[in-house]
């Protein structure tokens, strides 16, 4: 079955870096986009940043852009969020997800409808 697993959040000062992990199982990443989310407490969830399946195509919300990037490492079957120059605002859960294009990941569900545990980002002084 396909399957994605958030990993690598924690606590953090402003201004901290983390990377975040999408592990995945039961399906190749490369053949789908994949979209990081977040959700702050009481906030919709959101999209941040997409990898589509043409190597090297990126997009991110304006919130994010030039502070996180996304990656995809085949060989591992893992897509990466590399967050730095972290805000308070940067709080919140945060979710990956396949879609058959980095076009709907901010406003379609994604493929399955289903989302995982998600990791815990937390930025504070």
């Known amino acids: 079955q396909m399957e994605l697993v958030e990993s690598g959040g924690g606590s953090v000062q402003p201004g901290g870096s983390l990377r975040l992990s999408c592990a995945a199982s039961?399906?190749?990443?490369?053949?789908?986009?994949i979209g990081w989310f977040r959700q702050a407490p009481g906030k919709e969830r959101e999209g941040i940043a997409c990898i589509s399946t043409e190597e090297g195509w990126t997009d991110y919300a304006d919130s994010v852009k030039d502070r996180f990037t996304i990656s995809r490492d085949n060989a591992k079957n893992t897509v990466y969020l590399q967050m730095n120059s972290l805000k308070p605002e940067d709080t919140g859960v945060y979710y990956c997800n396949r879609y058959y294009f980095c076009s709907g990941y901010r406003s379609r569900p994604p493929l399955g409808g289903y989302w995982g545990q998600g990791t815990q980002v937390t930025v504070s002084s």
């Open positions: 039961g399906f190749t990443v490369g053949n789908y986009s």
